[in-house]
T-cell receptor, first 113, second 110 residues
């Protein structure tokens, strides 16, 4: 059974803290994605990666960075968390950019106080 | 203007009703159209996938794409309480990551 695992389901952090959100997939997929989901705004793409050590900015990359040192792992980093980054963060993987089925993790709910 | 627009609902229907969920999109380069279903506190899962215009049927679900009007629809026949979820439409040109609508929350009342 395919699986995308996000390390933390719920996190509470303080403004200015550095936050790491980890995502691991076991399907040997080339492509991995980070989205955030907010009420009324849907899923918005933060960053994606189509190969190890490769990354591309999505629609809302400001305030975020990513790391992909291994094929199965894609990390989202908030260098200095702010309250407007309180959101649900969803990691996904796929075999194709834009055309392949996205497999999502269960999400990480981040609250920044 | 968002590239994919979707009415957020909520949409509440009685069990057995036919449900129509709709999206519009603005980018005429979009070729791939998908519907994802997201249950509460879960990640989205692919429900239907179509390429270009036309209809696709899978059991009680029918996806319809009209590229001339840039309109995407999902029909659910004989709706069940287990269909209660948020439905997200998504599109892409095939060269970049998916663009999602904001999602429509559906509640099917038993």
């Amino acid at each position: 059974d395919v699986k995308v695992t996000q390390s933390s389901r719920y996190l509470v952090k303080r403004t200015g803290e550095k936050v790491f959100l980890e995502c691991v997939q076991d399907m040997d997929h080339e492509n991995m994605f980070w989205y955030r989901q907010d009420p009324g705004l849907g899923l918005r793409l933060i960053y994606f990666s189509y190969d190890v050590k490769m990354k591309e900015k999505g629609d809302i990359p400001e305030g975020y960075s990513v790391s992909r040192e291994k094929k199965e792992r894609f990390s989202l980093i908030l260098e200095s968390a702010s309250t407007n980054q309180t959101s649900m963060y969803l990691c996904a993987s796929s075999t194709g950019i834009g055309t392949g089925e996205l497999f999502f993790g269960e999400g990480s709910r981040l609250t920044v106080l | 203007q968002k590239e994919v627009e979707q009415d957020p609902g909520p949409l509440s229907v009685p069990e057995g009703a036919i449900v129509s969920l709709n999206c519009t999109y603005s980018n005429s380069a979009f070729q791939y159209f998908m519907w994802y279903r997201q249950y509460s506190r879960k990640g989205p899962e692919l429900l239907m996938y179509t390429y270009s215009s036309g209809n696709k049927e899978d059991g009680r679900f029918t996806a319809q794409v009209d590229k001339s009007s840039k309109y995407i629809s999902l029909f659910i026949r004989d709706s069940q309480p287990s269909d209660s979820a948020t439905y997200l439409c998504a599109s892409d040109t095939g060269r970049r990551a998916l663009t999602f609508g904001s999602g429509t929350r559906l509640q099917v009342q038993p």
